[in-house]
């Protein structure tokens, strides 16, 4: 018994050194303020980056692929409903890119729909650290979960603002990296848009965003789930339910613009009718090599 009682408090004393080395996490108010640095700081010096993403709705699943360029994100649908497009809506998806590069006026909507996106997600990654209150909640995966509600003493003045100041949730902070890795939210009361006037959000939706690390400083989004229901103006009903899935991050060149991204696109065309793809891992694979040459062909 003896030896038994020695065994145990030596296993307690071993259980409390780790502890004692293991260092105390940072206020979570203080992490969420480096996150968001970090955040804001990747948005203005990203990376640029070729992806597949598999779009789903209630009406519709649409795989695309797309790239990133200076001149914002370019896409090509190449299945619709798993299915891979008739020649007519090829053709028709051909016609949609080389108006949008030979039209100086879609060039600049296009732009500035993309800014606007920026701007957006640039002002809801800022209101984190005041718009809501935070507490631990354990780790896991090397990432620090922190829950989180509504600050009663923050004002939420834009739409953005009250959306978000209705909600509570989790979120993932990727501790060595200090960079949101996941956010689970929920609205837990309704929003209404212009005093309701314009319309409202229904309490009971609820979003979720996953990130993935794709070089030593770009992170990208993985997944998003929205789950949204509402009215809008003369009490038209709302619904939003659609989810994006990315993968199969390749990079290409810094500051690639619009004709040079269609230049890929008809490079990947050209190679899949020389030995046709499967949709499969195999296929993503085989995909990224060519993004690579046809990326190394640019830089020369």
Not at 148 to 155: G, K, L, V
Not at 166 to 183: C, E, H, P, Q, V
């Given at each position: 018994m003896r030896m038994l009682s020695v065994a145990a408090g030596m296993m307690v004393l071993a259980q409390s050194l780790s502890l004692a080395q293991r260092p105390l996490p940072i206020p979570a108010g203080q992490l969420l303020r480096e996150v968001v640095y970090n955040e804001l700081q990747d948005h203005r010096g990203h990376g640029y980056w070729r992806y597949w993403i598999e779009r789903h709705s209630p009406s519709e699943s649409r795989l695309e692929d797309q790239i990133e360029t200076s001149q914002g994100p370019i896409t090509r649908l190449t299945l619709a409903n798993g299915l891979p497009l008739s020649p007519g809506a090829q053709e028709l998806e051909q016609k949609r890119l080389h108006r949008l590069l030979s039209s100086l006026a879609e060039q600049s909507s296009h732009r500035q729909d993309y800014d606007d996106d920026e701007k957006r997600i640039g002002h809801i990654v800022t209101l984190l650290p005041e718009a809501f209150l935070y507490e631990y909640?354990?780790?896991?995966?090397?990432?620090?979960?922190?829950?989180?509600?509504?600050?009663?003493?923050?004002?939420?003045?834009?739409?953005?603002?009250?959306?978000?100041?209705?909600?509570?949730?989790?979120?993932?902070?990727?501790?060595?990296?200090?960079?949101?890795?996941?956010?689970?939210?929920?609205?837990?009361?309704?929003?209404?848009?212009a005093f309701g006037i314009l319309g409202r959000l229904y309490k009971g939706g609820w979003f979720r965003l996953q990130r993935t690390q794709v070089s030593d400083t770009d992170w990208k989004t993985e997944r998003l789930e929205v789950h949204m229901a509402g009215r809008a103006l003369l009490f038209k009903s709302i619904a939003r339910e659609a989810s994006e899935l990315r993968r199969g991050f390749v990079p290409v060149p810094a500051g690639i613009n619009l004709a040079q991204a269609m230049t890929l696109f008809d490079a990947t065309v050209a190679q899949a009718q020389i030995q046709p793809q499967i949709q499969t891992e195999a296929q993503a694979r085989t995909h990224n090599t060519q993004v690579t040459a046809a990326a190394l062909a640019l830089r020369r």
């Open positions: 909640d354990g780790e896991e995966n090397g990432c620090a979960r922190l829950r989180f509600r509504p600050n009663p003493d923050y004002p939420g003045h834009s739409i953005e603002a009250r959306v978000l100041h209705a909600a509570s949730g989790t979120l993932w902070i990727n501790l060595r990296y200090k960079r949101l890795a996941r956010l689970d939210a929920h609205l837990d009361e309704n929003v209404d848009l």
